[in-house]
């Protein structure tokens, strides 16, 4: 039986104010980031993701 790994997930969602939102959740279910704010459009928020996940991987791989 091959053993799966566990990974973390990325959500995007519409708050209750229609606002697009995006959140990482551990593999114990915890959320680990979050946008932190709503944007208008999915476009936008996509922009905000990618921009705040490089930013991480950056930070991890150079630690600066």
Do not use: H
Not at 16 to 21: F, P, S, Y
Not at 38 to 46: K, Q
């Amino acid at each position: 039986m091959i053993k799966r790994k566990r990974v973390s997930k990325l959500e995007e969602y519409q708050d209750v104010a229609g606002k697009w939102r995006w959140r990482v959740v551990a593999p114990n279910g915890k959320i680990v980031s979050d946008s932190c704010e709503g944007y208008e459009n999915r476009v936008d928020m996509r922009k905000g993701q990618r921009s705040t996940l490089n930013a991480l991987v950056r930070w991890a791989v150079f630690g600066r």
